[in-house]
């Protein structure tokens, strides 16, 4: 079953890493994080500052 197989599976498909979803609208894209590449969607991840450039998840902008 889905639930029982780790994260790192997903890591680097198309679906959101917090709710194993595929599905991307205008009001809540799936989001790719420019250094690591951990996908999620705005509202599960909590929300997102609204830019028009790429996106760093924040455990990459610590890290900077």
């Not at 599905?23 to 690591?36: I, M, P, Q, Y």
């Amino acid at each position: 079953s889905i639930g029982t197989l780790p994260l790192v599976y997903f890591i680097g498909s198309d679906v959101c890493e917090i709710c194993l979803d595929h599905r991307s609208t205008k009001k809540d894209r799936l989001l790719e994080c420019e250094t690591c590449g951990v996908r999620v969607h705005e509202k599960c991840y909590g929300g997102v500052q609204e830019n028009s450039g790429a996106w760093t998840c924040l455990r990459c902008e610590d890290e900077e």
